[in-house]
């Protein structure tokens, strides 16, 4: 008698259904292998493919962040940079136009003195 082997052609056929460009047959004969092997370990490297490929998404991501963020900085510093210089320009203006004006008044006084001297 002869013993019932059990038929894999229909899961096979259901895993070439991913991939409906590839020849079960073909690849049997060219590989020696089971096609749903060959499917599954196909499977596997898409998937470690696709891994690498969000990650290396995800880094250039996070480092576009960093990017943004660096330039966030140097703007504030720019703009801390130049408030500071418009304060110190302004406290100058203030302090020349103070002393103008305490010469000023010193020098009325003094003309208002010789004029009360004469």
Known sequence: MKEHVPDTRGVADEKANDYPLLN???????????????LVSDRKIHQEAEEKQEEEEEKKEEEE??????????RRRKKKKKKKE???ESSLRNAILKDIEN??????????????AT
Do not use: D, T
């Open 103 to 116: 010469a000023l008044s010193s020098m009325l006084i003094a003309a208002k003195v010789a004029e009360a």
């Open 24 to 38: 079960n047959n073909l690849l049997k004969r060219v590989f020696g292998v089971p096609p749903h092997i060959l």
């Open 65 to 74: 962040e960093e990017e943004q963020e660096q330039k966030k900085k140097k």
């Open 86 to 88: 418009e304060v110190e």
